[in-house]
Each structure stands twice: as structure tokens, then as C-alpha cells.
T-cell receptor, first 114, second 111 residues
Framework: NAGVTQTPKFQVLKTGQSMTLQCAQD?????MSWYRQDPGMGLRLIHY???????DQGEVPNGYNVSRSTTEDFPLRLLSAAPSQTSVYFC?????????????FGPGTRLTVT | DAKTTQPTSMDCAEGRAANLPCNHS???????VYWYRQIHSQGPQYIIH???NNETNEMASLIITEDRKSSTLILPHATLRDTAVYYC????????????FGEGTQLTVNP
């Protein structure tokens, strides 16, 4: 299993540009989440999904959209990038209440907005 | 979810046990204690979790006080590769997802 994969690894955007961060998992996990981590800080939840077609907001959802059309994929869209969105973005998945308590994280996407 | 308090940083000698404390005095009866770690810029890694009883796995042991207001993560024989930020998280989530990460404890294992 590849686990949780994220692309791209690095990205530089100009203010106002849009882009999609990709996340995929091959573990058939129901739950997927997006977090951001600013320098020296812990992770903050952006959006999450408890299954295909079901998404909900986390702690810091503004400026981001998500959709979950398949179990495997959970892309995060930045609508109009701002310097405040410069951060490291982590995607994670877990099997949900029926399967266990461990959340698996991807390697992260390092985003800089100038 | 209950708030947690951890020391900002700790040091440990290689080969010795590392004991990382966490206070969660407002924990409620249905909240779990999770521990994750993050090794320099990588994605966080699950270590262990518990509800009431002490737990042990191949990575660590989790000791939860009887009143559940604090816990200690024990790495029995710390190695240089255990240098990381360790996060103690309290959550009702049985899915293990949607966790709130604080700033954690920077553990440095010294040779």
C-alpha cells in the first residue's frame, strides 16, 4: 500500500491564483481530513469527510473548498490564494469508528503564497 | 474536546526512558487520550491511545492517572530517531480523526 499520498510536494502561488491540492489513499478508509500547519504551531483542521459525498468544515475552513466524489480522493481547493494561506498542508485518513483509532498522514504539501 | 497542557521542550539521554507528561484536567468520561509525534516536517505519526486503562504497544506505554486528569507517555529506550514533537490530544472521536493538535513537546534525545 502507498498509504496517503499528496501532490504536489511544493507549490508557489501568486496572490489571487487558485489551485487544487491532491490527496489520495489506498486503504479504503472512510474518514479523510485536511489540516494546515503554520511555522512553530500545531495542526489545525480545515475540512473533513466521513465518506464519499459527505464533507464538513473544521476549525479554519475559510478560503478552502473540498469535495469527496470517491472513497480514495479528497482534493482541497484554494479559491483565491492569500499570503495568510502560506503553510504546510497535511491530508490524513482513518478507517473510522468501526476500524480503529489510528489516523494516517501524508507527507504534506508546502505552499507559499507571494 | 478537553484542553491539554504539555511542557514546551524536554531532553533525554539516548538509551534512557523518556517520560512525557500531559495534563488534561477537564477531560470528560468519554474522551480518549491520543499521542502522536511529528519528526521534523513529516506528517504526524500515531503512537498510542487510551481511555481509562494503561496501554502498551511496540512503540510506547501510556499511563493514565486514576482520575484521568493527566497522563504520561513513556518511550522505554529512547533513540536519536525519537527526537520529535510529541502531541497529547484529548478527543471524543472514536474514529481517530478530526483531532485538535496543540503545540506539543519538543523531545530531543541526546547521544
Amino acid at each position: 500500500n502507498a498509504g496517503v499520498t499528496q501532490t504536489p510536494k511544493f507549490q508557489v502561488l501568486k496572490t489571487g491564483q487558485s489551485m487544487t491540492l491532491q490527496c489520495a489513499q489506498d486503504m479504503n478508509h472512510e474518514y479523510m481530513s485536511w489540516y494546515r500547519q503554520d511555522p512553530g504551531m500545531g495542526l489545525r483542521l480545515i475540512h473533513y469527510s466521513v465518506g464519499a459525498g459527505i464533507t464538513d468544515q473544521g476549525e479554519v475552513p475559510n478560503g478552502y473548498n473540498v469535495s469527496r466524489s470517491t472513497t480514495e480522493d479528497f482534493p482541497l481547493r484554494l479559491l483565491s490564494a492569500a499570503p495568510s494561506q502560506t503553510s504546510v498542508y497535511f491530508c490524513a485518513s482513518s478507517s473510522g469508528a468501526s476500524g480503529g483509532y489510528e489516523q494516517y498522514f501524508g507527507p504534506g504539501t508546502r505552499l507559499t503564497v507571494t | 474536546d478537553a484542553k491539554t497542557t504539555q511542557p514546551t521542550s524536554m531532553d533525554c539521554a539516548e538509551g534512557r526512558a523518556a517520560n512525557l507528561p500531559c495534563n488534561h484536567s477537564t477531560i470528560s468520561g468519554n474522551e480518549y487520550v491520543y499521542w502522536y509525534r511529528q519528526i521534523h516536517s513529516q506528517g504526524p505519526q500515531y503512537i498510542i491511545h487510551g481511555l481509562k486503562n494503561n496501554e502498551t504497544n511496540e512503540m510506547a506505554s501510556l499511563i493514565i492517572t486514576e482520575d484521568r486528569k493527566s497522563s504520561t507517555l513513556i518511550l522505554p529506550h529512547a533513540t536519536l530517531r525519537d527526537t520529535a514533537v510529541y502531541y497529547c490530544i484529548v478527543s471524543q472521536e472514536t474514529s481517530g480523526s478530526r483531532l485538535t493538535f496543540g503545540e506539543g513537546t519538543q523531545l530531543t534525545v541526546n547521544p
